[in-house]
Nanobody, 124 residues
Framework: QVPVVESGGGVVQAGGSLRLSCAVSGRTFRDHTLGWFRQASGKEREFVAAIHWNGVDTAYSDAVKGRVTISRDNAKNTVSLQMNNLKPEDTAVYYC?????????????????WGQGTEVTVSS
């Protein structure tokens, strides 16, 4: 597994915004797709968004499409997730993942190793 460190979570009211960040090991960053997943209490982990190493190809889950933007900064070895118009159902621990797979494939891979994640709580 590629080492990652997630940050930026917090408590926000419904309708608010948060920006999550993930620092990725530089040695393997440039040829990897980067993605975000989340896991709400009592639920399975689910795919949120992914971005190809080219910074152009992206994929989003239907649950967040139109409210979330994923971006990456290859110079800083980071991937970000800008989340707007947050809803209580966005409450979850968010995890970052790096893998050498196409963007569309990352959404279907079942990963077993994860970082610590960053917690997002959206109050109604």
């Amino acid at each position: 597994q590629v080492p990652v460190v997630e940050s930026g979570g917090g408590v926000v009211q419904a309708g608010g915004s948060l920006r999550l960040s993930c620092a990725v090991s530089g040695r393997t960053f440039r040829d990897h797709t980067l993605g975000w997943f989340r896991q709400a209490s009592g639920k399975e982990r689910e795919f949120v968004a992914a971005i190809h190493w080219n910074g152009v190809d992206t994929a989003y889950s239907d649950a967040v499409k139109g409210r979330v933007t994923i971006s990456r900064d290859n110079a800083k070895n980071t991937v970000s997730l800008q989340m707007n118009n947050l809803k209580p159902e966005d409450t979850a621990v968010y995890y970052c993942k790096a893998d050498r797979v196409p963007v569309q494939i990352m959404a279907r891979v079942v990963y077993s190793a994860w970082g610590q994640g960053t917690e997002v709580t959206v109050s109604s």
